[in-house]
């Protein structure tokens, strides 16, 4: 069973750090989302669920208005083969969220940590990195020190690699 956004506040508690949400309507895309910038400070997020031909998945973080090479992607980030979007049941499955809702935090589910956490060295550059917390009707805010720690407290070593463009 996926973690609920409260299960995920608590687990980030848990850890000491502290986090801003905002609550908003339903956000599918980059573009919709843009319309929050004046209230939410920091980096904003896109967030693409990978896989390879060996069944290997990767959750690549960038900013929202970075360009990837998905025909190169996968010798920066370490996969044996092309990568393609992971298929919705996957993206459940390892991280419990929908497409439209991926995000950093779907870590938190990946309990045999599968997915394997690429972060662009560019976003990195915020002090602050807003991402979904585990729905698309909120944004959560946190320190970019706190997501590395986040990350690596679910089990996952972040990758922080240069996969954008530019």
């Known amino acids: 069973m996926p973690k609920t956004p ?3 506040f608590a687990f980030l508690d848990s850890l000491g750090i502290a986090v801003k949400t905002t609550k908003h309507p ?3 895309t980059v573009a919709e989302s843009r319309a929050l910038r004046g209230e939410i400070a920091g980096g904003h997020t896109k967030n693409l669920f990978l896989k390879d031909k060996k069944d290997n998945f990767f959750l690549v973080t960038v900013g929202e208005d970075a360009i990837v ?3 190169q992607i996968h010798h920066t980030i370490g996969a044996a083969s092309r990568v ?3 298929k919705p049941e996957a993206l459940m499955d390892l991280l419990g969220v929908t497409p439209g809702a991926v995000t950093v935090f779907g870590l938190i589910n990946d309990h ?3 997915v394997r956490f690429v972060i662009d060295q560019t976003l990195m550059k915020n002090a602050i990195i807003n991402g979904h917390p585990l729905t698309n009707e909120a944004t959560t805010s946190i320190g970019n020190a706190d997501l590395l720690s986040f990350a690596r407290a679910t089990g996952h070593e ?3 690699l240069k996969v954008t463009e530019g």
Do not use: V
């Open 112 to 114: 045999d940590a599968r």
């Open 158 to 160: 972040p990758a922080i």
């Open 6 to 8: 409260d299960e995920l």
């Open 26 to 28: 339903p956000l599918f």
């Open 69 to 71: 090479d998905l025909k």
């Open 84 to 86: 393609s979007f992971g």
